[in-house]
């Protein structure tokens, strides 16, 4: 779905305008009464230099939180294009994890350049978030959160509170540690607005806090976070010592992108790219061969069988016609039950301890779907072939098939998921593939039953 | 992806013994330290005579939080076994949108049963929340957020704040209406925690409120809180009168449900229902034989393009063998493009406008994939079937099937997308059979330049 444009879009005009009188208060104002992804979005409509201009005009918070919503090629732009001092302080003001994906990307020695220009503490701590795996819990989390030492007031809490609030994003959860670092309890906004300034915060905080270890997977961290209706959650090291939060909002990114990443393996498509559009032909061509070939291979299989069996078809040349109609039948009920089987796991609808129940329904299913595929399948061949032997071979097949192919595109998912193998990555292609292949064999068995070949 | 299950599980023995000596305090403290979807987590654990005796002991808040987190089904069988006055209080308490979720699947007549029970506000809450259509924005909404008048200073808001904080889910933002009950700015409780008591609150409110309209689609809904760093966005009426907000733990399941839906879509799998485990297999197989009907029906296509060109298989018996192999590399090749299509779509890397763009790189890559898996075609019929001529037509047809899928399988989503027709719906085995029926025709084409038929 396309983004929505911005409302500040309608002051393009006027903004242009300003630029050229160099109005530099009024533009500066106009900024500031939007939201920085608003201000960044409509900054792809003037020149590097007029951005230049922008970002010197605004107090170095606001260009910080607009600069986060940038593209990252428009981010490297506008950083080669300021001065040093300018893009140090911008530097230090990013948010962590936002300034950690974006040094991510950059080659070593432009690291360690960025580094020496920004604030030691804080260069410090783009080393720290680089260090963990960027798909796990260190690599999403941000630093930025608010800690109190235990046994303190209501009062002291939110005092602490207002002196460290600017500069941190998450100020709805307080986090309450011990000498250690260790996490011991959690204070809400909210309740320490509503409670009594002199009372100790250890009778308001929530003493069982969920935390989410700082090596977990990011889907895992993901659908922990949804299950539990918190905007935040605290990452802890092995020790309990607690390093960072992730915010609600950084998983729906990951469950987008967790979902890509699904439909990609289903269609063997290939790893996802970073970014679609400016990905060349050949570099796309490359991901999505490897699976086309792995398929082509299985896939001489089918021709060997028809070639084994090509003294069936020099007889009974009509059996030939109806073989793209139960291949294709076959692999869309195998890639219809594998797909839900693989969606079911990936949204806990499905368990791997529910196999027999599945395959149960799944076999049922294939029986149901068989039979009025082979209904159609007789009348067709009674109708253009006017023979009633080839319209009860297609027909048998069909059930055989068609049952086979949804009993075999449930289990396979949960075997791999059993395994510990992604069950994506079997569905789609490959199932068509091994479908074929089975619906080719039984239907020459079957031939041979009623034309005794 | 299973759910994690809580630490509470640690205490069942423990609470079966305090159950079986009815130690009314204890079993009331243990589970309050406790998030509400452990708490109904381990419910399950418990029969309901149980459930019934745990729900008698605790608060009302407290109750209805837990009620929240539970399965529809469980929430019916438990609230058929509690007394009336404790039902009422229950469903007086839940909070607006989960509550409507609720009713939302009861019979009409129970549900003004129970509503009879309930005070009249929160009954009159339910029933306007129930007008909405449930996939829109005021469907997904909860009319629980914090309001104050325009004018008044910061030390008045948090004071109105600090009085309906309670029993509201959302604090963090504040929304400034006009006497119309029109939406003028948000303060957040942040801006309120860090700002000068005395100052007017029209000061540091922000007065550009990004808003949802009430009968916006909740796909839509869930693109723009993503866009958005907010934990919540208000939603107005057509007169821009502020009737509810939706908060981004509501947009995950949005978002999940519409992956999960796309997916269906694509595997032609039909509706997704409420819960695959519990739906039976013939409502199951009812829902996926439409498409396979439908797929079946085109798919008579193929067989009756075998049938006119049976006089050529019977010619040249081997070109049967390659049917299965070029159908499936080309409809593999096809599913790709159209999966990452519609996906790109889906997440707002592809638009419409680039539509030229997206094809001319597609056929680039079907170019490239069709060259490479002729290369592997051609090698295989010099060895196999030792004829060159085979060897071409297979190549040459397969360069020119792969590169028509690959184009067909990227331009018919954004054609869809642009008739404003779901893209998903086309992808999967509907590109697959056109590019079954493409390929037939290209290939007996081909052949017939080679074998002069």
Redesign the interface.
Known sequence: ????FS?LYLLIPEIRELLARKEKETLKEIFY???P?EVAQILNEFTLKERVFLFSLWEIDFAADVFEKMDKKDQFALLRSIDKIQKGKILDELAPDERADFFEELPEETVTRLLSIMQKEEAQNVKELLSYESNTAGGKMTTDFLSVREGITVEDA?ES??KK??GVEM??YIYVLNKKGKLTGVLS??DL??SNPGENIKKIM???P?TIPIDMDQ??VA??I????F?ALPVVDDRGRMKGIIT??D???V??EE??E???K?????KHPA???STG??S??KH??T???I??IT??F???I??NF?FV??KV??L??????L???A???G??A???T??????????VE?IW??VK?EF??GI??GL??SI??FI?AII?QKSPFLGLTVGITMIITVTTSTSLGSILPLICKFLKIDPAVIS??LI??IV?ITS?LIYFAVANLFFHL
Chains 1, 2 share one sequence.
């Not at 779905?1 to 929505?4: F, R, W």
């Not at 289903?266 to 290939?270: E, P, Q, S, T, W």
């Not at 030939?320 to 109609?325: G, K, M, S």
């Not at 693989?342 to 368990?351: D, F, H, Q, S």
């Open positions: 779905m396309a983004k929505e409302r009464e939007y939201e992804v939110l509170l207002r609030a600017k100020i709805y906004l909210k607005v509503l929530h003493t069982h969920i889907e895992k659908e922990k949804a299950q539990y209706d905007f609600v909002d998983v729906i990114d469950i987008k979902n890509t699904d439909m990609y289903i269609a063997a498509a290939g970014d679609y559009m032909s050949l796309t061509a999505r061969f699976w086309l070939l398929l082509a896939g001489l089918s021709g060997m028809l070639e090509s078809l020099k040349i009509s030939t016609f109806f073989i793209p109609f291949m294709d039948s692999g869309n009920a890639t219809q594998a797909t839900v693989v969606r079911g796991l990936a949204i806990g609808e499905v368990r529910d129940r599945v329904k049922l299913v149901i779907l009025g595929l159609f399948a067709r253009f789609g292609p068509t593939t074929d080719l």
